[in-house]
């Protein structure tokens, strides 16, 4: 199942045509932050993905640059155990 709770357009086709995907949730990348400080986690961070995988320095400089905009139709969250 997928729901319309994303941005990224493609990223919601991609996964809604994808078998393997069938019961996938997609998440914002805000929504999973809430969810992990409820949970207890502290410091929770997210960043957006746009080269995967960042296979030379370049790309890697440009994630780096554009982590804070929503280009990418990947996000990771990061935290600590509270």
Do not use: H, W
Not at 23 to 32: G, I, T, Y
Not at 53 to 64: E, Q, V
Not at 65 to 78: E, M, S, T
């Amino acid at each position: 199942m997928c729901s319309s709770t994303t941005v990224n357009l493609l990223t919601v086709k991609a996964v809604k045509n994808c078998p393997f995907d069938e019961d996938a949730v997609l998440l914002r990348s805000s929504e999973l932050t809430k969810l992990m400080v409820y949970a207890g986690f502290q410091d929770v961070e997210s960043k957006f993905i746009i080269a995967v995988p960042p296979i030379n320095s370049m790309l890697m400089k440009i994630d780096r640059a554009f982590c804070r905009i929503p280009l990418g139709a990947q996000y990771y969250v990061v935290a600590k155990r509270g």
